[in-house]
């Protein structure tokens, strides 16, 4: 991690994990940044300001002593020097004061300032995190364009159990190093992604449907949104966090997304197909729920669906990139190369959905991405790191 020359502000407001912003201010140092600290008073109570002193190499400013006059001058000039405005620990009164435009410490006042990409790291009591007011005042900051990273789950300080606890310092640091890092090569191209499971009815209470979370094809839109890219999601059923900056399609069926696309895809520079759609419809949905006729088995007979990724790959245009998912269990790069052809697309993800860690309703994923030109197998990661090489490859596809 290179973070050379990055200008860092970090605060630290009064939680036990404080502690543990010393190991975060030692690990971006490390990586070349420079890191000023702005501690609430009572995150003094916690660490001594002389730790962040001698880790930063940079005086820390508090304001124990200080009047407000003193941070008027203070927290202009370092709201506007941060490259990314860090808060970890963060707690729920800092996430308070932040939602609400509360300043009335160096802290509250320099974020407020700031133009700077925020990230905060919350760090609190089960209870704190989950109460109506906290869930409020995240959402708020969410829709702002603050980062979050955790808080993670496990035994707090506290004693109980449960989310609340500050991410890890390296975690901290890698999601800084993303803000920092983040490509805007997408900003221009409009991109469309698929994803989640369609619901074909029997009845209006009844449905046939599949495993998808729709976690890759969420990731996908978030990656395409950082990079600049504005961002289509056309979504069906998802147990995933709808993320925000983007614009939401909401399907049902697989006849609703076809109807979608048709209208959809022809703007668009990019679209990528994860959603996981049924092959197969109900012929003859009912109108009402179906009665139980006890003793007699139920006869459902299956219509074929229509192929969307086909129909979408006959209407491709020029200069437009297609990609296609191929979740297998055998034979996986062959059938997924066949699907690259009959689909008409530029790329496809293959997956064997019998590895663990790969396919429906995890974090991580393992794919080889296939294109005219060969496979690339790639290992286990992350659903957001492969969205990325994923765009990534796109990028070098359209730059051919
Ligand atoms: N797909 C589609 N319409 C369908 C079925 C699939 O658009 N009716 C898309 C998926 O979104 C995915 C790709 O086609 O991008 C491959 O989906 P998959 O279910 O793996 O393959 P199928 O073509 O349905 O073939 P099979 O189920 O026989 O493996």
Not at 64 to 89: R, S
Not at 353 to 367: E, S, Y
Request: hydrophobic share 45%; net charge neutral; glycine share 8%.
């Amino acid at each position: 991690m290179n973070l050379t020359g990055k200008k860092i502000v970090l605060g630290i407001t009064g939680g036990i994990a404080a502690y543990k912003s010393a190991e975060v201010v030692s690990r971006l140092r490390h990586a070349g940044a420079e890191v000023h600290v702005i501690m609430t008073e009572n995150a003094t109570k916690f660490v001594a300001p002389l730790t962040f002193q001698t880790l930063s190499a940079n005086p820390v400013i508090t304001d124990t002593f200080a009047a407000p006059e003193y941070w008027n001058v203070k927290h202009v000039a370092l709201a506007q020097l941060a490259d990314v405005f860090v808060i970890a620990p963060a707690t729920a009164n800092i996430l308070a004061k932040m939602a609400t435009g509360i300043a009335d410490d160096m802290l509250s006042t320099t974020v407020l300032a700031t133009k700077a990409p925020v990230l905060v790291a919350p760090a609190m009591n089960t209870g704190m995190w989950t109460a109506e007011a906290t869930v409020q005042n995240t959402e708020t900051l969410r829709k702002r364009g603050v980062h979050f990273v955790g808080p993670d789950s496990g035994i707090l300080a506290c004693g109980d159990k449960g989310a609340g606890r500050m991410s890890e310092p390296e975690t901290i640091v890698e999601a800084i190093s993303d803000i920092l890092n983040r490509k805007k090569d997408l900003a221009g191209l409009k991109v469309l992604v698929t994803a989640g499971a369609t619901r074909e009815r029997l009845d209006p209470v009844r449905f046939l449907t599949n495993d998808s979370s729709g976690k890759m094809g969420f990731a996908l839109a978030e990656a395409a949104r950082d990079r600049g890219a504005e961002t289509t999601l056309v979504k069906g059923s998802t147990t995933a966090k709808i993320p925000d900056g983007i614009r939401i399609i909401e399907i049902e069926s697989a006849a609703d997304l076809l109807r979608t696309m048709k209208k959809e895809c022809c703007t668009q520079d990019v679209v990528i197909q994860a959603a996981a759609v049924a092959d197969y419809r109900v012929e003859n949905p009912s109108a009402t729920k179906i009665k139980k006729k006890k003793g007699e088995p139920l006869v459902i007979t299956l219509a074929e669906n229509p192929d969307i990724a086909q129909a979408v790959g006959t209407m491709k245009k020029n200069g437009q990139t297609l990609v296609g998912f191929a979740a297998e269990t055998d034979h996986v790069l062959e059938h997924a190369a066949e699907k690259l052809t009959a689909k008409n697309l530029d790329m496809i993800v293959a997956n064997d959905v019998t590895k663990p860690g790969a396919g429906f309703n995890t974090d991580t994923n393992i794919a080889t991405l296939i294109t005219g030109n060969g496979a690339e197998e790639l290992p286990i990661m992350r659903k957001r790191q492969l969205a990325d090489i994923i765009l990534d490859r796109i990028t070098e596809i359209r730059n051919s």
